[in-house]
């Protein structure tokens, strides 16, 4: 994945992000009227979320909405894409990515279209699982990068080619892979640290490493996590005690609060 703005073809399509950006999705209804949309969870199990889901817009008509694309890509968060194949072909494929299998017995919406995710899906994929993935798809590239690169205003340019391997099509459901589950998960503990960096103004870099220590310490529940996360704005110089003994996560951590308090660190 290449963070260098590249000037490739020209994008296609929009896969618009309309969650991040619902203003943007009322300007392509106003100002793009005459571009082609297509509201992405239309006719999926997910229909009744039509309107507030992700917008397919067809760029080819629009050269100036390309042009803001680029321009302010903040404004349009989403998705642009190169593709030979035809409109209901490509609609199909993305709407397959749409829901995944998570192990045996867990489903799950795959929001790929939101630049955060794709900085970490994509990155989780190796030349085969990419080439299924993308499919129709020959170019994709988006503005972004993770809540990491976020935190420290290093977003930029992403894009990915097709690497065109003979590959069986995307099922339906299709499952993930260890590795790139494990990107989402990182995706989610990476935000995580970036709103609690925001909230409390604590350096990022500070933050990610005390979310891990709070990992490794065992405190795996969220609101367990959390506490910890406080616990160790409150006594930032404190050392973990790694033989906490207790049967539950909270109540480990509840002794080792008993401990910082009473200066036992």
Known sequence: MSAAVLPGSTPQWLLLDVPSAPAAARLVHGQFAKARCFALFEGTELHGLREHGPLLVDLRQSPALV??????????????????????QLLAHLRRMLTVTLGLHHKALLSYYNPHIASYFFDGCDPRELSCWLGPISLLRWFGGTWA????????????????????????????????????????????????SRATGRDYRRLWEDLQQGLTLGFTERTVLDDWLWLRLQYPEARPVPDLVGGSQRERLDQLRRRWQDGQD
């Open 67 to 88: 042009s803001l694309c680029h321009l302010d890509p903040r404004s349009w968060p989403g998705l642009l894409l190169v593709s030979s194949s035809p409109a209901e």
């Open 149 to 196: 690169d976020r935190a420290i205003g290093s977003q930029g340019w992403q894009q990915l080619s097709n690497p065109g391997l003979p590959v069986a099509a995307l099922e339906t459901e299709h499952s993930l892979s260890d590795r790139q589950q494990s990107q989402l998960q990182r995706c989610l503990l990476e935000r995580h640290a970036w709103q609690w």
